[in-house]
């Protein structure tokens, strides 16, 4: 079995046509991506510390990230390959993450 450790997630890589896309709010534009949260495959299971705690974010939940931090942040533009890995990948540290959505 293979898991990530020290609170990072292995997640599926970000894909964006690299367009700034706006919305108006109250008559102003702003960048679509300073408000919108992407979610993205977590693709090994994850041990997450949370205080004194250990849990496991499982294969397959989503992990959703501010969508500003996946096209300005450097470690969401290093992609990864591996052979314990089926596909191109991003590590991400748990504390960019805004919420889980478990797989059920």
Do not use: C
């Not at 894909?15 to 408000?35: H, L, P, R, Y």
């Not at 890995?85 to 991400?92: A, D, L, T, W």
């Amino acid at each position: 079995m293979t898991k990530s450790l020290n609170n990072r997630l292995i997640l599926e890589t970000y894909k964006t046509d690299g367009s700034i896309k706006s919305e108006v709010k109250n008559g102003f534009a702003f960048a679509q991506q300073k408000s919108a949260v992407v979610g993205l495959r977590v693709l090994i299971d994850a041990s997450i510390q949370e205080g004194l705690y250990n849990r496991t974010i499982p294969v397959g939940s989503k992990v959703y990230l501010l969508e500003e931090a996946l096209h300005t942040q450097p470690w969401a533009k290093k992609i990864l390959t591996s052979q314990a890995v089926s596909e191109p990948f991003i590590i991400v540290n748990v504390s960019d993450v805004q919420f889980v959505r478990e797989k059920e």
